[in-house]
């Protein structure tokens, strides 16, 4: 079972998700800490399962370097195998990136590289394109620039708005999540045995 830790900014809906898949056993994965750069509301579902939870936030003045290795220790206290982002919203500093990719995961609500960045569906709806989609990358010190790790293609139907492309975004996000960890438990599995 890999060892994760989940980063969250709000309801940690796809937190909810994969701790469900954790539970049904088709994701191979014990969620040993949730953590947050705010009181998000995901974290209080995750104590209230027995998860250890804690909050790194970045205050305005703060200086970003020392917020990283804050939140990189804060990280590390876990021994996770895998970080995963999963609606942190934030760059995550290099202090960060350094101390765990390419074991640092993130969703993207996008068919990467198209619509990098905090607002991936109403970028590709206000663009007319007949497709989006959503990727699992890599995290690197760019925004949503690491490697792709899977991806697929979700079409903008004619009757969409920005909330209903999302929502049916979130369960193929939520898939290729769940392939990833899974590929990446049995590649962990084979190289520790």
Not at 162 to 178: Q, W
Request: contains cysteine; hydrophobic residues 45%.
């Amino acid at each position: 079972m890999l060892r994760v830790v989940v980063l969250i900014s709000g309801t940690g809906s796809n937190l909810r998700a994969f701790l469900e898949g954790c539970d049904s056993g088709s994701i191979p994965a014990t969620v040993v800490a949730v953590g947050a750069d705010v009181n998000a509301a995901g974290l209080e579902y995750a104590s209230s399962r027995g998860i250890p939870t804690f909050v790194e936030p970045l205050n305005a003045g703060d200086d970003r370097a020392a917020w990283g290795d804050r939140l990189a220790d804060a990280i590390a206290a876990h021994d996770p195998d895998l970080v995963i982002l999963s609606g942190f919203m934030r760059l995550v500093p290099p202090a960060v990136v350094s101390r765990f990719s390419p074991m640092l995961l993130n969703t993207h609500p996008a068919y990467l590289p198209e619509f990098p960045g905090a607002h991936g569906v109403r970028d590709a709806f206000e663009a007319g394109v007949s497709e989006t989609g959503a990727s699992v990358i890599v995290v690197d010190n760019g925004v949503d620039t690491g490697p792709i790790l899977a991806q697929r293609r979700v079409p903008i139907l004619p009757t969409d708005t920005v909330e209903s492309l999302h929502d049916r975004i979130k369960p193929v996000e939520r898939e290729l999540l769940a392939e990833v960890v899974r590929d990446i438990a049995a590649r962990f599995t084979a190289t520790t045995h």
